[in-house]
């Protein structure tokens, strides 16, 4: 099965100026043979990326907000993923519509609540955390998400 995972993530929090501190969102994408292992891999790969790169530095939070999983992709016609509006500043909240289809706009309201983000007005739960100075990851996802393969 092919998994797509799209996350956000705030990082450099401990930055005492609010130019320094950063936030955004990624997606990654695996085929895997349950979600667990997606997970697993989803989170390997963001500690290799903490680890080799500028991404996710300082204190960091990581949270995913969203697993598709397909057995194939479309070929006939196209699908869409994620559509993003914002409306004002890039402070204000926005809307996302994921695999939007004539049956359903599938819209949820993002917002950014003390650095943690909100979705549709519930709190989003921490996917992966690290702290400034150090690659140690301190919450994983096996802390918020059963990690264990169903037999």
């Not at 085929?31 to 996710?56: E, G, Q």
Request: hydrophobic fraction near 40%.
């Amino acid at each position: 099965m092919y998994f797509i995972g799209n996350f956000v993530q705030s990082t450099n929090q401990e930055e005492v100026m609010e130019v320094d501190r950063r936030h955004g969102e990624f997606s990654l994408i695996i085929d895997a043979a349950t979600p667990v292992a997606a997970l697993k891999k989803f989170r390997d790969k963001i500690v290799n990326y903490r680890a080799t790169s500028d991404f996710f530095q300082g204190d960091c939070s990581i949270y995913l907000i969203q697993l598709f999983e397909f057995d194939m992709f479309p070929v006939e016609e196209a699908m869409m993923l994620n559509y993003k509006s914002t409306a004002g500043d890039p402070l204000m909240p926005f809307i996302r519509c994921s695999l939007p289809s004539d049956m359903t706009d599938s819209c949820r309201l993002f917002d950014w609540e003390n650095n943690a983000p909100e979705i549709d007005g519930e709190k989003e739960k921490l996917f992966v955390a690290f702290e400034a100075g150090s690659a140690k990851v301190l919450f994983g996802p096996e802390d918020t998400y059963k990690l264990t393969e169903q037999t």
